[in-house]
Structure formats: C-alpha cells, structure tokens
C-alpha cells in the first residue's frame, strides 16, 4: 500500500501564488511517476502536471509557464509550484502515485478569487 498527504491549498487571490506537497509513503518503488491532476466542479479529473523518477516533466497548456512540478526523492515529496494564479485555477488538486499500481491522495481544495 502506499500513502499520499497532499498540503497547501487555500484561497489566494488572482495573480497570486500557492506551492502544493504530496508526500508519499508505504510500499513505495524505487521508480516511480508522479502527477498532478484537478477538478473543478461539474468537470472532469485532468491532468496538470507529470514527472516521471528521472525528472521529465510535462505540463497541461493551460498551466505551462505559470506552474512548475518538482519532486525530492530523498523526501519521497513532490510540489506544485503555482504562480499567476487565475480564477479557472479553481479546484480540487490531486496527487498521483503510477507505479505498478496508481494510488491517490485524498485532494486539496485551491480556490483563485478576489
């Protein structure tokens, strides 16, 4: 089993800035890919942001530019830096573990208004 904690979500108002952590733990593999995903309300999960164990990132065209995924394996963390934050930012940001298997966190709420 493997467990994730994501953290640092709230309201920030637009043009501002937020960092999210997932931490991992449990059964983790040595290689594993990490992602960040949203969902806003009455839309469907999508993803934000991916990087695989040896660094490679990719991004949504919505947040390239202004997002920035990272991870520190010694920490088994990985980060979401979010800056010019828009209203359509707005959503409940998950973290995923791929693996052999795809585990979840339980979500954290960002919320982009003025």
């Known amino acids: 089993q493997v467990q994730l904690v994501e953290s640092g979500g709230g309201l920030v108002q637009p043009g501002g800035s937020l960092r999210l952590s997932c931490a991992v733990s449990g059964s983790i593999f040595s290689i594993y890919n990490m992602g960040w995903y949203r969902q806003a309300p009455g839309k469907q999960r999508e993803l934000v942001a991916e990087?695989?164990?040896?660094?490679?990132?990719n991004y949504a065209d919505s947040v390239k530019g202004r997002f920035t995924i990272s991870r520190d394996n010694a920490k088994n963390t990985v980060y979401l830096q979010m800056n010019s934050l828009k209203p359509e930012d707005t959503a409940v940001y998950y973290c995923?573990?791929?693996?052999?298997?795809?585990?979840w966190g339980q979500g954290t709420q960002v919320t982009v208004s003025s």
């Open positions: 995923k573990y791929s693996s052999t298997y795809d585990y």
């Open positions: 990087i695989t164990s040896g660094g490679r990132t």
